[in-house]
């Protein structure tokens, strides 16, 4: 398998699609929110309006990747990154969100995929990452653990216990 992230271009439209369409199906959250959070079918808006380029008060500059499996040409999960954290990221959401296509889970691409994401991070000099995960998400606490993941604490918000790692690059 040879991952790498891209920025969601054209080209990357049908990919985006059949990965997209596979999530609504399984009927569960897609993670990030970035990519759920416009409509996937208007890809023209969606393209325009996938990163936050200024802050508004609430959402912070972002950067959102998609992660190619060059071998297959599929789009098998997403990340995004937050340039800064404000108080609400600090709290809960942290630097990186990704996620993983239903159909792809339980192969590692997690683990490469938040590797290839703290590079990123490291562009864009952010040299201490905040990743934030539900407790009961054993898999993704191993994905944040296995990139060098300490964690901080855990804290509950909205009844869900969630835990803090931080990540020094």
Known sequence: MQLKLVKLTPEYQSHLTEMMDEWSAASEEIIPY???????????????????????GSLVPDSTFFCLDEERGIFVGAVNIRHYLNDRLLRNGGHIGDGVRPSE?????????????????????????????????????????????????????????????????
């Open 34 to 56: 970035a990519i759920r959070k416009n409509d996937y079918r208007d890809f023209d808006y969606y393209l325009e309006h996938l990163e936050v380029k200024d802050y508004t």
């Open 105 to 169: 889970r339980r192969k590692g691409i997690a683990t490469a995929m938040i590797g290839l994401a703290l590079i990123e991070c490291n562009k864009l000099g952010i040299d201490r990452v905040l990743m934030v995960c539900d407790k009961d998400n054993i898999g993704s606490a191993k994905s944040i653990q296995r990139n060098g993941g300490i964690l901080e604490n855990e804290i509950e918000v909205d009844g869900v216990v969630e835990q803090r790692y931080w990540i020094e690059l």
